[in-house]
Every structure is written in structure tokens, then in C-alpha cells.
């Protein structure tokens, strides 16, 4: 069975709505899934959050970020930056990356978080971490968080380290269009 943009909406995942002054997490709608889509693909920097260095189909990304099927304990959301327009009162926040994970008890695994390149070393992905730990604390009652990161990844690494995440483990993977093995780290924050 072929599974639409359209189909997604149906999904039952963790639906995330939360805000500071910079950043807005929300569902994706059409036009920001579209663009978590183009981020996707967007070149090999990308390749450390998704595993793979080849194009990934519409349908793919759907699975991946977890709309696939309708797992309940499953979350994906749209980091937008907000722009408040105070003369009318209105938000025009734009798509600068995705965050989603699944959660499993008083854990969630976090399975990615990317921001578009030209918006990446503002804080916008802290940022966006941050607001996801607060609600999945307050709303699932998550106490600890764990992720994955190849050893490759130094920038990656670097990040998770720099919110609290620590180095519980690692393990050999086959990743990327070659098949080539590598070391990835698993690291643990507790909330």
C-alpha cells in the first residue's frame, strides 16, 4: 500500500506544540513536510542524522520520521523560527528544521534532528532540543533521553556533549550508500 503526504495527517503520533521567543515546534503541515523532504536530501552533511547518503523517497521520510502506521509513542515536528509580526498580531514562522524520536517508558530515543544549513551555529537546534526534553518531561513523564551518533560526526558529537549527553556505549553499523562499517556512539542524557 502506497502511503500519501496526504495519508500522514491520519498518523496518531505524539503531537508536540511548543515555543520560546526564537523557535516554534509544531506538526508539519504540506508545505513544511515538503521542505523536511528537500532537508533530507539535502547533501552529505546531512547523511550523519539520516544513515544514508542516496536519495530518500517522499514515502521513505514518512516512515522514517515515523508516520508510517500510527504508533502512538511516536513524535515528529517542524522547527520553525518565529517572525511575530506585533503590528497584526501574526506569526509567519519559517520551516528550519525537523526533530523526532519515539518514546518507550520514561525514555525516548531521539532519531533525528537537522536543521537547514544556513541556519545551523545560531542555537536554533539546542534550542529546539531543549523544548522537546521540557515537554516530553512534563507530558510523558521521560526522564531520560538516548541518541545515536557516528564517531565521524565530530560536530555532532560535540553538540550532544555540550547539552549534558555522555558516551554509554558504541557499536559497528553498515551505513551509507557503500556499506562501509562505522563506529556508532551511543550517548544518554537524563532529564
Known sequence: MKCSIDDMWGAQLIEINEFDSAIALKPFD?????????????????????GTDEFVPTSEVMSRL????????????GIYLR???????????????MVSGIVSGRA???RQLSI????????????????VFEYLKQNRRVSVVFISVVDKNLPG???????GFIVISSLEKKLFSGGQRHNVIIMQKKL
Open 66 to 77: 515515523g508516520f508510517a502506521g500510527s504508533d502512538s509513542n511516536s513524535f515528529a515536528a
Open 157 to 163: 558529537l560535540c553538540f550532544w556533549k555540550k547539552l
Open 108 to 110: 525516548v530515543w531521539l
Open 116 to 131: 537547514l544549513p544556513g541556519q545551523r551555529r545560531k542555537g536554533l537546534g539546542s534550542r529546539a532540543a531543549q523544548l
Open 83 to 97: 517572525d511575530v509580526q506585533e503590528t497584526r498580531g501574526e506569526t509567519d514562522d519559517m520551516f528550519v528544521g
Open 30 to 50: 504540506g508545505r513544511s513536510f515538503r521542505d523536511a523532504v528537500m532537508l533530507y536530501n539535502s547533501g552529505c552533511d546531512i547523511r550523519y542524522a539520516t
